[in-house]
């Protein structure tokens, strides 16, 4: 079952990453989830739970899972940044997970990262050759997290001497066109011409092997040739991202604003943040309306969006892991991580779940030791140990596991809900009249949407209503529907004050209806929220 779960993860999250929606999310929390259970509730009747949990290494990130957890709870926006707190969840389970992994089970794990990487390697040079692609991105959500993803596996590639995979891996960086790929690269090729591999194997056939792959997997010494030609490799790619990628000024000036409204943010709220993945919903309440300017859904820095959405008490614990991690580690796994900090330094890829997973993985040290239970028989443990003993941490793994499920399912059928009825809206502007009038317009919304109670708390589906009333009202001059409308975004309001639309569109209906009180009062509650 460990196998299983780490291997599918490994083998399938980066692939998804491109594709990645509310169906993939369910199915892949939802499955994580009940196999994780199973595994902690075996780990209890086999008595090595304890270790499991408490060990010194392991204390960290339970507290940032703790404290991110309770800026969850604390958030204004809770309601929309579940999935976001579930996939980090997920990234802690992984690292535990790998952490108390047999040294057996370690092969297999590379053997799915291997197939991994070159899958997506593969569907890199596919875009190049056959879609004539300008920047590839493989199966990544753009060509940077792509890059990331690369410069993690190429030290992996190194280390199991797979040089066709690493030739490959470095076509692939070249063409996705990244500066900061090319940039943390030059910048891990120095830290490395400073602090090589300890006592790197000397792999037989080096002569014939790629030249930069020999010196990398040979390792080189603090003085002399081999560090010189690293020093020079490092120089060709920060001048080869220079005129290649090139320094886009408005990409700089968007990163900018980005990082100065996520500092705001942190400093609003210091202590408890805005919660994991709140920067998207909070960031048009820090940032005003510029010309040319790109909005975003993450802040391009890990460290300031981890720092402005869980706020400073777990920033510093994780900070603290990460680097006592790098530490402790040797080996490829040292140079991924240091890549991956290198590049989270100037883009998102690290919050992205697929690549967020695998970065958990690495985080832990090789091999993995781990005591095996022999003969293992649950019915046996229970009746050994007694029941009373073992059935109250079952009993409560087992509930929390349902609620999960329960509410999971609940969320899933929300988000179908409102699909159809978004399908549905759409049918009827191309003019079909499946659903019949206007009326039957937002009675097939309706219909849709609250089949799901949950559905009516949803900021999403609140402004999907919205928005069908406020079209209607539009067209039929009809005060009545402009206050459905009204009603709808309040409510919105109520469950995430720092939507941006919403002010304006309710702004709108209360000009349109010669409602000033109600639009001072709007501002006024506007004026408290949005700090520009």
Avoid at 81 to 101: E, M
Avoid at 169 to 180: D, E, K, P
Avoid at 218 to 234: E, P
Avoid at 314 to 334: C, D
Wanted: charged residues 15%; hydrophobic residues 50%; positive net charge.
């Amino acid at each position: 079952m460990l196998k299983f779960l780490l291997c599918s993860v490994l083998l399938f999250a980066p692939l998804l990453q491109g594709i990645w929606n509310f169906k993939i999310q369910f199915a892949v929390s939802v499955l994580f989830f009940l196999f994780f259970s199973f595994l902690l509730v075996r780990s209890i009747l086999a008595h090595t739970a304890a270790p499991f949990v408490i060990s010194r290494e392991n204390i960290p990130p339970i507290c940032v899972l703790f404290l991110a957890f309770l800026s969850f709870l604390l958030s204004p926006v809770k309601t929309l940044i579940y999935h976001d707190l579930i996939n980090f969840s997920i990234g802690i389970a992984v690292f535990y997970i790998a952490l108390n992994a047999d040294k057996g089970s370690e092969k297999y794990f590379k053997i799915c990262l291997r197939v991994c990487a070159w899958f997506a390697a593969c569907l890199g040079a596919y875009q190049k050759f056959a879609l004539a692609e300008e920047a590839l991105y493989s199966s990544f959500l753009n060509s940077n997290a792509f890059a990331l993803f690369i410069l993690m596996m190429i030290p992996f590639a190194v280390s199991i001497k797979d040089y066709p995979l690493i030739l490959l891996l470095a076509f692939n960086l070249v063409f996705t066109g990244s500066a900061a790929g090319f940039l943390s690269l030059a910048a891990v090729l120095w830290v490395f011409s400073v602090n090589p591999v300890r006592n790197p194997p000397c792999p037989k056939g080096t002569a014939a092997a790629p030249p930069m792959a020999g010196l990398i997997s040979n390792g080189v010494k603090n003085s002399g040739k081999g560090r010189k030609w690293i020093l020079l490799l490092s120089a060709i790619l920060i001048l080869f991202a220079y005129f290649s990628a090139g320094f886009d000024l408005k990409s700089v000036y968007d990163r900018i604003i980005w990082w100065k409204s996520a500092f705001k943010m942190a400093l609003d709220r210091p202590v408890a943040g805005f919660g994991t993945g709140s920067f998207l919903y909070i960031y048009p309440a820090y940032h005003a309306p510029v010309q040319w300017g790109t909005s975003s859904i993450y802040v391009h820095n890990y460290f300031l969006e981890f720092l402005s959405e869980n706020g400073f008490p777990a920033f510093a614990v994780w900070l603290f892991f990460l680097f006592s991690r790098f530490r402790q580690i040797e080996g490829w796994r040292k140079y991924s991580i240091l890549a991956a900090l290198f590049h989270s330094v100037v883009d998102f890829g690290l919050a992205l779940p697929g690549i967020f997973w695998v970065f958990c993985y690495i985080i832990v040290p090789e091999p993995i030791p781990t005591p095996r239970v022999s003969n293992f028989s649950p019915m046996r443990i229970l009746l050994t140990r007694g029941v009373v003993k073992v059935m109250p941490a079952v009993f409560v793994i087992f509930c929390l596991m349902l609620a999960f499920i329960s509410f999971s399912v609940k969320e899933f059928r929300a988000s179908l809900a409102l699909e159809s009825a978004s399908k549905c809206r759409h049918r009827l502007w191309r003019g079909s009249a499946e659903c019949g009038s206007q009326t039957g317009d937002v009675e097939c919304v309706l219909q849709k949407i609250q089949a799901v109670d949950s559905a009516g708390e949803s900021p999403l589906a609140l402004n999907f209503l919205g928005d069908v009333y406020l079209d209607m009202a539009q067209s039929a001059k009809d005060r009545r529907l402009f206050f459905e409308s009204a009603v709808c975004f309040e409510r919105l309001l109520l469950l995430n004050p720092y939507d941006s639309s919403a002010y304006f569109k309710l702004k709108l209906i209360y000009e349109t209806n010669g409602e000033q009180e109600l639009k001072t009062a709007l501002l006024e509650r506007r004026s408290k929220i949005f700090k520009w």
